[in-house]
């Protein structure tokens, strides 16, 4: 982690609905000179730490994508100097334990969601990203309960069911492996689960940069992090939440203003469907980044940090 990262970041935890869950919290900066915040790369020269909110300062909550946990989306938090972020590890990964009774899918995810934020008293000012899978929950979740977020920001976001398209067979083949590990015995499933070389295929085949320290950064992020779930049931659940759920199911119940980030080269939320669901939405604009897929978190932070400085600009709180 960056110096200037470390040094904005808190570490909790927050029992929700009986699920102890782990949050970080990365306070806004401000110039010792001005107090102002600045949401550009100068702030992190000689800056300061804003406690808390502050006045003035939006908070962003974050969630994650499938399988990963809040360290993924921390080169975007990085380049967000101005603005409060708080992202929790989902229920069941990363060091967050599993639900204690609920199925690990989209409803449970956004209930989840809802109760955090209550929890930690944020009102409608307050920004939400989701990334991947992340943006079916984030999604899910403004559609049923409009008015608790302002405004959306979806990062890659799963416009069409998985199955769908060219991949779809790609992705029974994954369904397969899933179920498969889950059905095994114990030691053989979870094995199978956190293997070292699919971890690396799979980090190996969304990985769009020919930069060789960044792959070496990716597939070490992917390697300590990807295989960080509490169990094999909740991440089969997850899993086939992850690939039956979209944004574009809810899409036209979406009415605040929204935000849509996609890779150019993206083979699990391809660019066509992102163009499709653009158009689908009521108030909505997309940012296309060329020459990265999946993995825009890890591969193209300071053009999403650009975009989402930006559309948040144009779009001030309610």
């Known amino acids: 982690m960056a110096d200037n990262l470390a040094c904005r970041e808190s570490a909790h935890v927050l029992v ?10 990365y306070a806004a900066l401000e110039s010792p000179e001005t107090g102002a915040t600045d949401a550009g790369p100068g702030a992190r020269d000689g800056a300061v730490v804003r406690a808390g909110g502050g006045a003035g300062v939006r908070t962003i909550v974050m969630v994650h994508g499938f399988r990963g946990d809040h360290h993924g989306l921390e080169r975007v938090v990085e380049l967000l100097p101005g603005f409060r972020v708080i992202m ?5 990964f990363g060091a967050s334990p599993a639900f204690a009774q609920d199925k690990h899918d989209v409803a449970a995810y956004g209930a989840f969601l809802s109760d955090f ?9 307050t920004v939400l990203l989701g990334h991947s899978f992340g943006s079916i929950v984030a999604s899910h979740f403004v559609a049923n309960q409009p008015g608790r977020v302002h405004p959306l920001i979806l990062v890659n976001p799963i416009a069409s069911p998985a199955l769908e398209g060219p991949k779809g067979i790609m992705t029974k083949l994954a369904v397969f492996y899933y179920w498969a590990s889950a059905k095994l015995p114990g030691g053989l499933g979870n094995a199978l689960l956190r293997s070292k070389l699919i971890v690396h295929v799979m980090s190996v085949t969304m990985a769009k940069t020919r930069n060789k320290e960044l792959l070496a950064f990716i597939h070490g992020q992917h390697h300590a992090y990807f295989s960080g779930f509490a169990n094999r049931d909740m991440l089969l659940e997850s899993f086939q939440a992850s690939v039956s759920g979209t944004v574009r199911e809810v899409a036209t119940r979406l ?5 849509l980030i996609a890779g150019a080269e993206d083979e699990i939320a391809t660019l066509p469907n992102q163009h499709k669901l653009v158009e689908l939405l009521p108030d909505a604009e997309l940012v296309v980044i060329s020459n990265v897929g999946h993995l825009i978190h890890y ?5 999403a940090a650009a975009a989402i400085t930006n559309f948040l600009e144009r779009h001030p709180a309610p």
Do not use: F, K, M, N
Request: net charge negative; hydrophobic share 35%; charged share 15%.
């Open 16 to 25: 929700v609905a009986g699920t102890p869950v782990h949050y970080w919290e």
């Open 88 to 92: 929790a590890d989902l229920p069941g």
């Open 117 to 125: 934020l209550t929890a930690l008293g944020l009102g409608p000012d």
């Open 255 to 259: 009415t605040l203003p929204t935000l």
């Open 299 to 303: 591969e193209t932070p300071e053009p």
